[in-house]
């Protein structure tokens, strides 16, 4: 079945950049989209395809792809976006929705 | 304002049934595609299932194929997930959700999430 790999965690101290990847295969036949996840709160998409940021997602949320790894990128990190981020594709081949293990962001 | 709020969460022992339901409002509930996502206690997300707008399609994911059913009621904007023979690995919190579209077997993005409906699955 279709895998996203992500890595457990990444810590940022505030201010600086934070880079989440998410690798798979077959990138360039679907989009990634992101969420992100606060403790106790029901996931919110912060990029869609790839690179769309939705309507009051902070410019500070980007993403990107290149071969077979989508890269979020947290600009200028505050500690409210401390969070778990999950990526997420469609495998068409099977009609299926996939989901990365979750990297969860610590904001030192 | 879209808003997406499950029901029928509840505790169930090993083997029984459960339905949950989702009512959806603030957004144009017959053209959009509605999926079902889980979370395991401490895990990552799980997709369930799909449904397309017009409510003929749908997909399930490897570990509920044969025991989920979902379904929608588009004259009443609602979404239901049938899960039947249910075990305590589906223990988790429900997400109803909502997809911008369907089409060709693949979808759009989650845009839209449920605040969740608690299953506890325990003998």
């Known amino acids: 079945s279709y895998v996203l790999t992500q890595p457990p965690s990444v810590s940022v101290a505030p201010g600086k950049t934070a880079r989440i990847t998410c690798g798979g295969q077959?990138?360039?036949?679907?989009?990634v989209h992101w969420y992100q996840q606060k403790p106790g709160q029901a996931p919110v998409l912060v990029i869609s395809?790839?690179?769309d940021r939705p309507a009051g997602i902070p410019e500070r949320f980007s993403g990107s792809s290149s071969g077979n790894t989508a890269t979020l990128t947290i600009s200028r990190v505050e500690a409210g976006d401390e969070a778990d981020y999950f990526c997420?594709?469609?495998?068409?081949?099977?009609?299926?929705?996939?989901f990365g293990g979750g990297t969860q962001l610590t904001v030192l | 304002e879209v808003q997406l709020l499950e029901s029928g969460g509840d505790f169930v022992q090993p083997g029984g049934s459960l339905r949950l339901s989702c009512a959806a409002s603030?957004?144009?509930?017959?053209?959009?595609?509605m999926s079902w996502v889980r979370q395991a206690p401490g895990k990552g997300l799980e997709w369930v299932s799909v449904?397309?707008?017009?409510?003929?399609?749908?997909s399930y994911g490897d570990s509920v194929k044969g025991r989920f059913t979902i379904s929608r009621d588009n004259s009443r904007n609602t979404v239901d997930l049938q899960m039947n023979s249910l075990r305590v690995d589906d223990t988790a919190i429900y997400y109803c959700?909502?997809?911008?579209?369907?089409?060709?077997?693949?979808?759009?993005?989650?845009?839209?999430w449920g605040q969740g409906t608690l299953v506890t699955v325990s003998s």
């Open positions: 959700v909502k997809v911008g579209y369907c089409s060709g077997g693949s979808c759009s993005a989650f845009d839209y």
């Open positions: 603030g957004f144009r509930f017959t053209t959009s595609a």
């Open positions: 449904i397309y707008s017009g409510g003929k399609t749908t």
């Open positions: 077959n990138f360039e036949s679907e989009s």
């Open positions: 395809y790839d690179t």
């Open positions: 997420q594709k469609w495998d068409t081949r099977s009609d299926h929705a996939v």
